[in-house]
T-cell receptor, first 113, second 114 residues
Framework: GENVEQHPSTLSVQEGDSAVIKCTYS??????FPWYKQELGKRPQLIID?????GEKKDQRIAVTLNKTAKHFSLHITETQPEDSAVYFC????????????FGKGTRLLVKP | DAGITQSPRYKITETGRQVTLMCHQT?????MFWYRQDLGHGLRLIYY???????DKGEVPDGYVVSRSKTENFPLTLESATRSQTSVYFC?????????????FGDGTRLSIL
C-alpha cells in the first residue's frame, strides 16, 4: 500500500522567510496530492492540491511542486507570516487501498515575528 | 465547512463501555472516512466507505465498527473502549472519482477513555 514520508517534523523560520516542507510517496499509481493546514484545536483544512498531470501549482504565497519520477512533492510558503504557524499535512491518494488518502505525519511550522 | 458535522465534540467514558461517534454530511459525497489523530502519528485511517452499505478497513481498524445505511451518515462505534483509543477522531467526506477531489473534515471529537 501507499506510504507517505514527511520532513521535517518541525520547522522554525523568521517572519518573511520562506518555508519548504517535503513529502515522498511510495505508490507510483498515486495521482492526487493535497496539503492541509491544521491550527491548534481545529480541523485540517485544504490549502492547496496538485494532480499528477501538473508539475507545479501556485496560489498567492503558497506553491506546490510535484516530481513524479522521484515520487516526491513539496509545499513552499513564501513571505511567511505569524498566522502561517500551524501543523501542515501532506497526503497522497492511493489506488491500492481502494481510493483512500494516506497522510504524512505532519510538520509543525513556527513563524517567529 | 458546515456541511459535515460530528457529535459529540467531547466525550469521556470508561474502559469496556460502548461509545458511538456520529458523522453527518450534507453534500451527498460518496466517500466518507474516519481518522484518529494522535501526537507523533498524524492522521491514521480507521475505516472508509465508498457508498452506502460499502465499507472497508483502513490502517488501524481493530476495536472499531462502522456502518453506512444512508449516504449522509457514517457512525463509528467502539464496542468495548480501551485507554489506547483515547484520541481525537475526525470524520471526512469526499467526492472521489470525479477528478480527485479533496477531503472535507468535521470539527473532530475528542474522546477520553478512563
Amino acid at each position: 500500500g501507499e506510504n507517505v514520508e514527511q520532513h521535517p517534523s518541525t520547522l522554525s523560520v523568521q517572519e518573511g522567510d520562506s518555508a519548504v516542507i517535503k513529502c515522498t510517496y511510495s505508490d507510483s499509481a498515486s495521482n492526487y496530492f493535497p496539503w492541509y493546514k491544521q491550527e491548534l484545536g481545529k480541523r485540517p483544512q485544504l490549502i492547496i492540491d496538485i494532480r499528477s498531470n501538473v508539475g507545479e501549482k501556485k496560489d498567492q504565497r503558497i506553491a506546490v511542486t510535484l516530481n513524479k519520477t522521484a515520487k516526491h512533492f513539496s509545499l513552499h510558503i513564501t513571505e511567511t507570516q505569524p498566522e502561517d504557524s500551524a501543523v501542515y499535512f501532506c497526503a497522497a491518494l492511493g489506488g491500492g487501498q481502494g481510493f483512500s488518502f494516506i497522510f504524512g505525519k505532519g510538520t509543525r511550522l513556527l513563524v517567529k515575528p | 465547512d458546515a456541511g459535515i458535522t460530528q457529535s459529540p465534540r467531547y466525550k469521556i467514558t470508561e474502559t469496556g463501555r460502548q461509545v458511538t461517534l456520529m458523522c453527518h454530511q450534507t453534500w451527498s459525497h460518496s466517500y466518507m472516512f474516519w481518522y484518529r489523530q494522535d501526537l507523533g502519528h498524524g492522521l491514521r485511517l480507521i475505516y472508509y466507505s465508498a457508498a452506502a452499505d460499502i465499507t472497508d478497513k483502513g490502517e488501524v481498524p481493530d476495536g472499531y465498527v462502522v456502518s453506512r445505511s444512508k449516504t449522509e451518515n457514517f457512525p463509528l462505534t467502539l464496542e468495548s473502549a480501551t485507554r489506547s483509543q483515547t484520541s481525537v477522531y475526525f470524520c471526512a467526506s469526499s467526492e472521489l472519482g470525479m477528478g480527485n477531489q479533496p477531503q472535507h473534515f468535521g470539527d473532530g471529537t475528542r474522546l477520553s477513555i478512563l
